[in-house]
T-cell receptor
Framework: DAKTTQPTSMDCAEGRAANLPCNHS???????VYWYRQIHSQGPQYIIH???NNETNEMASLIITEDRKSSTLILPHATLRDTAVYYC????????????FGQGTILTVHP | DAGVIQSPRHEVTEMGQEVTLRCKPI?????LFWYRQTMMRGLELLIY????????DSGMPEDRFSAKMPNASFSTLKIQPSEPRDSAVYFC???????????FGSGTRLTVV
């Protein structure tokens, strides 16, 4: 599975959009981009995933560049409850089971 | 659905004692995973099951660790004997197809003194 690079930490003001970048320059054609987050003292929570096209759900939007070498997770209106560690993971679409977490980005949303 | 249920939430035990962590996955999910999280090593996959069969246990640290899944609704992770370096938060997760949308439990915080 391709390696990902994320900033160690980011800040965001409450009510503003939080844009979390992820670099995956070695991604291959059948690898998906997944985002999870972990709020303090809780288990990780699935947010969204995508292959090529941009994706949106009730939690967030995922923007994948045309060359697929990077992506951005967007929380459109961040709240204090969005403070968490955000993990960007790349994994093959034919790889069942193993999901490997890196260090992630610590997002702090402040009033 | 109550989600993935883990018990106990907290466990404090003395070195050398046996520890058993329990997990009930979401009904209908065919995959079950055990992860361990520490400050030093982050989230590590220990073992996962598909249809109750262990598929990959390469993350299990040593023979002191064992995991079982006797049926589709229950799994255990056992440490015998426990050591202080086993102190961590242990998460169980389940997935419908092993690909997307893993659901994690709230974890068991294990402290070995």
């Amino acid at each position: 599975d391709a390696k990902t690079t994320q900033p160690t930490s980011m800040d965001c003001a409450e009510g503003r959009a939080a844009n979390l970048p992820c670099n995956h320059s070695t991604i291959s054609g059948n690898e998906y981009v997944y985002w999870y987050r972990q709020i303090h003292s809780q288990g990780p929570q699935y947010i969204i995933h995508g292959l090529k096209n941009n994706e949106t759900n009730e939690m967030a939007s995922l923007i994948i560049t045309e060359d697929r070498k990077s992506s951005t997770l967007i929380l459109p209106h961040a709240t204090l409850r969005d403070t968490a560690v955000y993990y960007c993971i790349v994994r093959s679409g034919t790889s069942y089971g193993k999901l490997t977490f890196g260090q992630g980005t610590i997002l702090t949303v402040h009033p | 659905d109550a989600g993935v249920i883990q018990s106990p939430r907290h466990e404090v035990t003395e070195m050398g004692q046996e520890v058993t962590l329990r997990c009930k996955p979401i009904s209908g999910h065919d995959y079950l995973f055990w992860y361990r999280q520490t400050m030093m090593r982050g989230l590590e996959l220990l073992i996962y099951f598909n249809n109750n069969v262990p598929i990959d246990d390469s993350g299990m640290p040593e023979d002191r660790f064992s995991a079982k899944m006797p049926n589709a609704s229950f799994s255990t992770l056992k440490i015998q004997p426990s050591e202080p370096r086993d102190s961590a938060v242990y998460f169980c997760a389940s997935s419908l197809d092993g690909q997307f949308g893993y659901t994690f439990g709230s974890g068991t915080r294990l402290t070995v003194v």
